[in-house]
């Protein structure tokens, strides 16, 4: 007798479903603190994605969608900035993220400290 699956599906919420981080702070009782985290730091920027993006400008189809904005001109910026500071940063694309069953999504890019605990494994 073959083996029966029975598969359930529960939908869960989308991260759109909440109009602001101030929404979810309160649904999940997270106190946050926004702040500006970022240094600015002088790098070189290579001359292979300078060329890369200039040709992308000029002659690629670049804002016609979320998707082509996404793949032609954020990830390769991210990726270029993203190389300075692999040693300590994980840069995730499209990443299923899964709290419960009220929030989910897939977020288009997330940094992680390397050293920040995901599923219980080190990142």
Known sequence: MPVQYRLFWIEPMPFSNYKSISAVAKEFQINYLRDNFIVE???????????????????????????AI?????????KEVWKNYRSNFLLWSHQTLVY????????????????MRYNNSSV
């Not at 002088?42 to 998707?67: K, P």
């Not at 996404?70 to 991210?78: A, D, R």
């Open 41 to 67: 730091t002088e790098f070189a920027v290579s001359e292979v994605f300078r060329n890369e993006l200039e040709l992308i400008f000029n002659d690629g189809v670049f804002d016609n969608s979320e998707s």
């Open 70 to 78: 996404c793949e032609n001109i954020i990830y390769p910026v991210l």
């Open 100 to 115: 419960n069953e009220n929030l989910s999504g897939i977020p288009d890019y997330i940094a992680f400290l390397k050293k």
